[in-house]
């Protein structure tokens, strides 16, 4: 049955750039692309299966007739397939001479695709993300949409083609050559000089490069590359070994181009993220603006040995899906194809990869040849050089990205060194920031997803490498989330100056065991509690997800391996943001151990809801170049950071905090002993203590925005 959306020819648009015109028939989906180049018209034909987007073009071809049998006029809209709409914002434009008002309905619980509508009839759909929002919209009607938002005088505008200038190998110090692809502005005049955006990829520099390119459009070149021993770069993947040099030999070739002004940008997320920061290490003079987004942090920060542990799964999807060719096997890196189980327990660990793989990995080889802390992993270690940083950096994660670590990591490198022109955005995103507004049970506010995410990362970029004074440089330095007020927040830095570090001490009779025990958390440290005691068996881990999620921990609660302190009902609303961390006095029989802190919510119903959390090696405690062995059943200190946040405590509920020493999907079960992990399969049953006393004082530190604790 044909409808309204079957005749409409919508207008596409991604990152605000014009990309031809899609039309829904009854039988096909019709795309009219532009010439990349040229940026010429051409003919409509069926929209190509390959396609790169982020829009779901079919989903929406899908549902039209949903779509058009929804009555768009309360504030909530049930689809007869389920989906959810609520009302969200409203535009206001003269459209051929009529003051109009659309209404833009935001999608819950999946990810976003919102709708706009005017006098009850779809305008457009829009798709916002970290790559750059994509809308399509009615002709003509694109000022009654969050388009509006690229409308900004002082933000680059799309009034270029793209020129693809091939590949070239570039030379490394070392002269190992990597694949290098450049792309210009298609329309610049001739000997006109330009900035360079720079991207460094270890997953093959030909998937994501849509999206990369969308920045040439608005005048800036852009160099997209594959780091060592990937896709078509010669070279062995090391990761995170090479990519301070190599981001700084780059940066020096392309500087003698004679389409560069000299000025270079770089942007990265995840392991591209880690990329930006390590090349900002390195000091280069023509590193003018980096924006890091979910990077990941330093090895024994965050990634291959968190803490000091040797870490699991998260770790071994990863670099297993490295190992199999010079390209990503995302099938392995999503756990589809091999055995998470099977991967986790396997051992020695040394021999993982050919287990499951059947052939030895390069890295995993290599992390195995160095045990402990060492020359290696200080060439590693992105925050040992933050002396060297002198470029504005735009950092961008989330309550819910499980690189948190690396993120905090790189803000308290900035901090330490006052590095000028520092900014960070933090909101209630996942590892894929600004996707939905709902994730594993919370919910969020309208706004949790924003329409100017990419906006935010051109203007830093217009900024600090077109010297276009559009003011992001002094908007606040932090911008959050909170969870539970549900709404954003600035600050001058982060952890928010407005912020109170308060202490809220452990305390018990002895018996902390699981949920049922009598572990508890107060305002003022206890004068005389007796230590609390758990067994810890290796070959019985927790089993926690492993992510960075709202996970809801009963079922781990009532084991008595773990120990848990809670405290009373809160009388009032209490908000907590910033950087967290926990000071602990433990005690083991064994050689060494781990110590796995989890800060939750207990809600009204019982359920709790895990924060943060972090896990630690004991025989770091000292620092990662000071490892040494405990002394059976002495009483150790151990001060552990613990993920950000910026939540509210809401009146009626408890805040608690568990302490235990294994997380299977996270790292490796510690064996206790002291030995070579990658080659130990010896384990020890050892029994653990905290003390919490007038002379051991064991607490948490909560950045208290506002409330009474």
């Not at 020096?252 to 270079?264: A, C, L, P, R, Y």
Request: proline share 5%.
């Amino acid at each position: 049955m044909s409808s309204y959306l079957n005749t409409t020819i919508f207008n596409y648009y991604c990152a605000g750039v014009f990309e031809g015109k899609i039309h829904f028939t009854e039988k096909n989906i019709m795309h009219a692309k532009v010439d990349r180049r040229q940026r010429t018209q051409m003919q409509e034909d069926v929209i190509a299966a390959n396609l790169k987007a982020n829009i779901p073009f079919q989903k929406i071809y899908e549902n039209i007739n949903h779509y058009i049998k929804a009555q768009w006029t309360e504030d909530e809209v049930v689809l007869e397939n389920g989906d959810l709409y609520k009302s969200h914002l409203t535009y206001q434009a003269a459209i051929e001479g009529q003051q109009l008002t659309s209404q833009v309905w935001a999608f819950r619980n999946g990810t976003a695709l919102d709708i706009v509508t005017v006098e009850g009839e779809i305008i457009a759909f829009v798709c916002p993300n970290r790559n750059g929002m994509e809308i399509i919209v009615k002709e003509g009607f694109e000022k009654l949409t969050p388009l509006v938002v690229y409308d900004d005088p002082l933000l680059s505008k799309a009034d270029y083609g793209i020129n693809d200038c091939g590949t070239y190998l570039i030379p490394m110090r070392d002269g190992i050559k990597l694949a290098t692809d450049v792309y210009l502005p298609e329309g610049i005049e001739k000997g006109q000089k330009i900035p360079t955006i720079l991207i460094r990829s270890c997953y093959d520099r030909n998937g994501k490069k849509e999206f990369l390119m969308r920045w040439v459009n608005k005048g800036y070149a852009v160099v997209n590359q594959d780091v060592r021993g990937r896709a078509d770069s010669e070279g062995e993947l090391v990761p995170f070994y090479h990519e301070r040099d190599d981001g700084s030999d780059t940066i020096d070739w392309i500087i003698k181009q004679e389409w560069s002004d000299g000025n270079v940008g770089m942007w990265g997320a995840s392991y591209l993220g880690y990329v930006v920061v390590s090349a900002a290490t390195s000091g280069h003079p023509n590193l003018k603006a980096v924006v890091d987004e979910v990077n990941v942090g330093s090895p024994f920060i965050d990634t291959v040995r968190r803490g000091g542990t040797v870490c699991s799964w998260p770790l071994l999807s990863w670099t297993l899906a490295q190992s199999v060719g010079t390209r990503t096997d995302f099938e392995i890196f999503a756990g589809q194809t091999v055995s998470v189980e099977e991967a986790v327990d396997a051992r020695p660990i040394k021999e993982i990869p050919q287990k499951i793989i059947g052939k030895n990995s390069g890295p995993w080889d290599i992390w195995s040849e160095h045990p402990e802390y060492d020359e290696f992993w200080e060439n590693c270690t992105f925050s040992k050089r933050g002396d060297q940083v002198k470029v504005p950096m735009f950092v961008i994660s989330g309550w819910y990205d499980g690189d948190s670590p690396g993120v905090s990591e790189t803000w308290r490198m900035l901090t330490e060194h006052d590095v000028a022109n520092r900014k960070i955005w933090l909101g209630p995103w996942e590892h894929n920031p600004n996707r939905a507004r709902d994730y594993q049970g919370a919910s969020f506010s309208n706004d949790a997803v924003v329409y100017d995410y990419d906006v935010m990362v051109l203007r830093w970029f217009d900024r600090f490498l077109k010297g276009i004074e559009n003011g992001i440089d002094h908007e606040p330095r932090a911008t959050y989330y909170v969870v539970g007020d549900n709404e954003w927040k600035t600050s001058n830095n982060w952890t928010p100056e407005e912020a109170t570090v308060t202490k809220i001490y452990l305390a018990s009779n002895g018996h902390a065991n699981s949920s049922y025990g009598d572990g508890v958390l107060r305002t003022s440290p206890p004068a005389d509690s007796p230590a609390d005691s758990f067994i810890y068996n290796p070959n019985n881990p927790f089993e926690f997800s492993g992510e960075r999620e709202p996970e809801i921990l009963n079922k781990f609660e009532l084991r008595n391996d773990i120990l848990v302190y809670t405290s009373e009902a809160l009388g009032g609303d209490v908000a907590v943001a910033g950087e967290l961390s926990a000071e602990i006095y433990a005690s083991s029989t064994g050689m060494d151990t781990d110590w796995v802190v989890t800060l939750s919510e207990v809600d009204e119903a019982g359920n709790s809801i895990r924060l943060s959390d972090y896990i630690v090696r004991a025989k770091y405690r000292n620092g990662y170049d000071a490892p040494e062995l405990l002394t059976p059943g002495k009483i150790e200190k151990y001060t552990i950071f613990l993920q950000n946040i910026a939540h509210t405590f809401k009146k009626g509920r408890k805040i608690r905090f568990s302490i235990t020493s294994s997380s299977k999907f996270v790292a490796f079960p510690n064996t206790n002993t002291g030995k070579n992990p990658y080659e130990d399969s010896e384990t020890m049953i050892v029994q653990q203590s905290i003390f919490h006393n007038e002379q051991y004082q064991s607490y948490i530190n909560l950045p208290v925005l506002y409330g009474v604790l």
